[in-house]
């Protein structure tokens, strides 16, 4: 499995809107740059998804994959895996740590590991990490703190 990357944002709403962002996969594509199309194919008895089904387009990086995801019961950690090897990964496991502030905003830790299918060196490999990593996070915060964004 290949290093894992950690960042972390401080977003202008409480955990609970947070969460419920996170958790809405079918809009993905309204405020995602990559994501095509998001599809629970699977869910808990709570409905919550279990495994999604992703489309990206990344430019270079085009793939379809289906993650599984697991909830802590306080939805404080949102943890995930790919089910099966795609067309550009081995694997790949993450997963969102959400933390209310005493300020009444929310900390969102977004880990992530991923082995691709194909090779790229390691510099290429963490810079690339990096920006899908500070990308996604943006975007979160951006989905949150819009106006009438969460359902």
Not at 114 to 132: Q, S
């Amino acid at each position: 499995m290949a290093d894992s990357s950690t960042q972390s944002i401080t977003i202008d709403a409480p955990p609970d809107r947070v969460v419920a962002v996170i958790c809405d996969f079918a809009r993905y594509p309204e405020w995602t740059e990559t994501v095509r199309r998001a599809e629970v194919v699977e869910e808990y008895e709570d409905g919550y998804a279990s495994q999604v089904r992703f489309t990206i387009d990344a430019g270079v990086l085009a793939d379809e994959y289906v993650l599984a995801y697991e909830y802590a019961e306080d939805l404080s950690r949102i943890e995930w895996h790919l089910v099966a090897p795609s067309r550009m990964q081995r694997a790949q496991r993450g997963s969102y740590d959400v933390v209310g502030n005493p300020d009444g905003t929310a900390t969102v830790t977004y880990t992530l590991e991923v082995e691709l299918a194909v090779g790229m060196l390691g510099m290429f490999r963490r810079k690339a990490e990096k920006m899908i990593m500070d990308t996604a996070l943006k975007q979160l915060k951006h989905r949150v703190e819009a106006p009438g964004a969460t359902r």
